[in-house]
Each structure stands twice: as structure tokens, then as C-alpha cells.
């Protein structure tokens, strides 16, 4: 019973944010920065079978990360980078009985609002002859 628990616990996913300075990070033109976002997901192998499994960079990327950048109301996520350690059943034997880890990091941001333009207003008109 205690195998089966220790079983059933050995997956988990983490995600850690942090807040940034928006004069303290560089980000690009027309970004402002939210927050820097880690998520991360391993899951234990036993004889090759993942448990509980679900160890990929589409889960740790677009379910965990950017799910975490726009519930801070985020619209981008830049400096994305990613790593998973993993290698052929065929060429290692660490899934035979080991850890499997997915990783994802990047910058939350949002897009500034463009400055507005001065002749914006001026209508459809054209201007006065000098």
C-alpha cells in the first residue's frame, strides 16, 4: 500500500513566478514586463511506463506557462526557453526506473498601446492653403 502511494505521488508540477520592474528588464519596443514564469513537470518511470505520465513541453509550455502568463494579463510570453530531459528507451535505461522532467521558462508581457497620433483628429478634410 505504501509502494502505491509513493507511486501516485511521484509526478508533480510546479509553476513560480515573480514579479519584474518594468525599468529593470529589457523586453523589446512597445513591451512593457510582468512577471518572469517558470513551470516545470516530472513524472517517475517504473519498468519504461510513466507514472502518472503527461511529461511534454506542450503540457509545461502552452497548459501551464502561458495559462500563468495570461491569467496576469499578459499578451505574449518572449525569451521563451525550454528542456526536457529525456533520451531514447533504447539508448539509456534511466526510464527503467528513474525521473523524467519537462521545463519552460519566459517574460510575461503586455503590448504597450501605440503613443496616440497628433492628426488623428484633424478629419478627413484637407488642410488649409497657405
Not at 511506463?49 to 510570453?77: E, T, W, Y
Request: charged share 15%; with cysteine.
Amino acid at each position: 500500500m505504501r509502494l502505491l502511494l509513493f507511486l501516485c505521488a511521484a509526478g508533480c508540477s510546479t509553476i513560480q513566478t515573480v514579479r519584474l520592474q518594468e525599468e529593470n528588464v529589457e523586453v523589446g519596443a512597445g513591451m512593457r514586463p510582468l512577471a518572469g514564469i517558470q513551470a516545470s513537470a516530472s513524472s517517475f518511470y517504473l519498468l519504461f511506463i510513466p507514472i502518472p505520465g503527461d511529461v511534454s513541453l506542450d503540457r509545461v509550455v502552452n497548459r501551464m506557462l502561458i495559462v500563468a502568463a495570461k491569467s496576469m494579463g499578459a499578451d505574449k510570453v518572449v525569451g521563451l526557453h525550454m528542456h526536457v530531459d529525456s533520451c531514447q528507451p533504447s539508448a539509456c535505461l534511466w526510464t527503467f526506473l528513474g525521473v523524467k522532467t519537462a521545463e519552460a521558462s519566459g517574460i510575461a508581457v503586455q503590448i504597450a498601446s501605440p503613443p496616440p497620433d497628433p492628426g488623428a483628429n484633424d478629419g478627413p478634410e484637407a488642410p488649409p492653403r497657405k
